[in-house]
């Protein structure tokens, strides 16, 4: 039974899920972006047929082949956790998660596999323009499998277009529409991929910076840290941009999560968006919960008013507000949720009764009860709250996701003024002066990653203790198994996945290192 | 009608043989890279599937349980704490 789940078990299930994703999630952005940077390059070649941006094209296709090879099925060993540690989740999420993945799955094999070969070995067997287009075709391919899985990820989220079946105990998809066009979806799709696209300009400008210090494949280096100059610069502006739509969307749909963004703890009006801060505890409480105070903080006045309501004098509801319930704002509070929680889950242990006992005039009532709007809106909607019982256990690891929030939003800033300056400098002609910025630029590729990884961190930690939002919190999720076995397939992916970092960082490095001439020799 | 049958033939089997080519000569002029990222690709299937998959993931509901209606009953014990 749920109450006497073991908490050492989800904690290292929830440890185990973090690592293979945040892995997974090493390889994948790379491919994102470097696709589309390769479909630039290539195109430019098509068009001048100058063989020098063939050269370079191959050289970049290179190592995306060794990111792709390395990174592919990395993503399958998600799959299998669902299946072994999160059963309770995987049934309940029901077709509405396989949908999805099954869409994936079908695209990137076909798109991706099909024309991945093309990309690689048909250099001289297949026309310019067919050569062309199937580069384009991995880029759109790649990234539209990135769009399935972040719809299926976004539903956890925001879980809409479903009803629950209490008979089965799944949730079934009644509207596609509204799965695939579920705003978080759209948000973290946009916000994901390209900043997918900015990790690859990152990577593609600092080794180029590194030819540059080392005076090598110079004409290789200006021309790649222009195309990925302007991709990345561009892409760092629709980062912004949709981190901003991004934040909005969270402040409707997961209100704690941006309260623990921003550690706002009192509503305001005006509400300031805080830009640097550190916290310290204010010796305060929620329940078990340490409510921190902001020192040293730099605010841009009535910013974040304007992020979430369009007006500098919105309010702003404070993690208080979300726990307490603020009335005035027709915000409920925790305890009134747990309530309805409790009698949704009432429902459906008397829709379990009936159907023991063969109570058939019964067993329709409640069965319709899941269909009626004004019992989903209003009861079932607060289904994962029944399994609280204090109204602190709702609130996520605030300084975490604070400071990840922060360090992925200033890097991101370092970005914008790192293409804006790469850009400067090539068209002054001044980019081998600058050896300051080509080590800067260099030195950014571990940060572009780390920027990368932040945003997850902020977006999984920040939506705890739900795996589906309202719905299902982490620890009814997972399978009744050993908490040992989850231990030991821990330590063995960590070995699995640090050796496939290692043969992908050596075999880069030994490509990087030859530069594209000796990789011509070397067929 | 049998020409115009034998020329799709033709067709076809050429575009098949183009296939293969564009393969068999892709894999057989790989580069270093091209083999070891190969090599590291099949290794890591080989322990996904034959090792991890069958021996430490197996699918909870569908070991433990042979029918739909089992599992369905099985997580709605787990979602209701009642036995």
């Known amino acids: 039974m749920i109450e006497n789940i073991d908490l050492s078990l989800v904690n290292w299930s929830r440890a185990q899920f973090a690592l293979t994703a945040i892995y997974h999630w090493l390889f994948v952005p790379l491919t994102l972006g470097l696709s589309f940077i390769l479909a630039f390059m290539e195109t430019a070649y098509v068009r001048t047929g100058d063989e020098t941006w063939k050269k370079i094209t191959k050289f970049w296709m290179t190592l995306f082949g060794i990111n792709f090879a390395i990174g592919v099925a990395t993503g399958i060993i998600l799959e299998f956790e669902f299946g072994t540690n999160w059963s309770n989740y995987s049934w309940f999420v029901g077709d509405i998660f396989g949908a999805p993945l099954a869409v994936e799955g079908i695209l990137a094999f076909f798109l991706e596999s099909t024309f991945v070969a093309v990309m690689f070995f048909g250099w001289n067997k297949v026309g310019k323009k067919f050569h062309l287009a199937s580069t384009w075709l991995v880029a759109i391919g790649a990234n539209l499998s990135a769009l399935w899985i972040l719809i299926a990820n976004a539903w956890m989220e925001n879980p809409v277009g479903m009803i629950f079946n209490p008979d089965t105990a799944r949730n079934e998809m009644n509207s596609f529409s509204d799965v695939v066009f579920n705003p978080v979806a759209i948000d973290k799709f946009t916000h994901t991929v390209t900043s997918g696209f900015v990790l690859a300009s990152v990577f593609v400008v600092g080794i180029s910076a590194w030819f540059l210090l080392h005076r090598r494949e110079e004409i290789l280096a200006r021309r790649s840290i222009y195309v990925a100059g302007i991709f990345g610069l561009a892409s760092s502006l629709l980062v912004a941009m949709t981190g901003d739509s991004s934040a909005r969307t969270i402040s409707k749909v997961q209100p704690v999560k941006f309260a623990a963004m921003e550690a706002l703890y009192e509503g305001q009006n005006n509400a300031g968006l805080t830009v640097i801060g550190a916290l310290s505890g204010s010796g305060e409480k929620i329940g078990e919960k340490e409510v921190y105070d902001t020192k040293m903080k730099i605010q841009i006045p009535g910013l974040l008013s304007v992020m979430t309501t369009g007006n500098p004098d919105g309010y702003v509801p404070g993690m208080k507000d979300l726990i307490n319930g603020n009335p005035e704002k027709g915000i409920l509070s925790v305890s009134e949720m747990i309530e309805r929680g409790k009698y949704a889950r009432q429902v459906l242990i008397d829709f379990k009764m009936a159907k023991e006992l063969g109570d058939r005039e019964s067993l329709a009532s409640l069965e319709a009860k899941f269909a009626d709007k004004e019992f989903t809106d209003n009861y079932f909607k607060y289904f994962g709250y029944s399994y609280f019982t204090n109204v602190w256990q709702v609130i996520p690891a605030v300084p975490v996701i604070f400071y990840s929030f922060r360090l992925m939003v200033g890097l991101g800033f370092l970005f914008i003024a790192l293409f804006a300056v790469a850009l400067f400098l090539y068209s002054r002609e001044q980019l081998e002066r600058r050896r300051w910025f080509l080590w800067l630029a260099f030195f950014c590729i571990p940060l572009a990653y780390l920027a990368s990884e932040l945003g997850w961190v902020v977006t999984e930690m920040g939506r705890q203790p739900w795996i589906i939002q309202n719905l299902m919190p982490v620890h009814v999720a997972v399978s009744n198994i050993s908490a040992g076995s989850v231990q030991v397939t821990f330590f063995l992916f960590a070995v699995l996945f640090t050796a496939l970092l290692t043969a992908e960082i050596s075999i880069m490095i030994r490509q990087i290192k030859n530069g594209p001439k000796h990789q011509e020799e070397e067929k | ?83």
């Open chain 2, 1 to 83: 009608m049998r020409n115009s049958k034998m020329k799709r033939m033709t067709r076809l089997s050429a575009t098949a043989n183009n296939i293969f080519r564009l393969y068999y000569d892709g894999f057989r002029s790989m580069s270093w890279w091209g083999r070891r990222a190969w090599l590291i690709i099949i290794v890591k299937l080989v322990i996904m599937f034959l090792i991890l998959k069958l021996f430490f993931f197996p699918d909870f509901l569908n070991t433990n349980f042979g029918s739909d209606e089992e599992r369905s009953e099985y997580v709605i014990e787990q979602l209701t704490g009642n036995k």
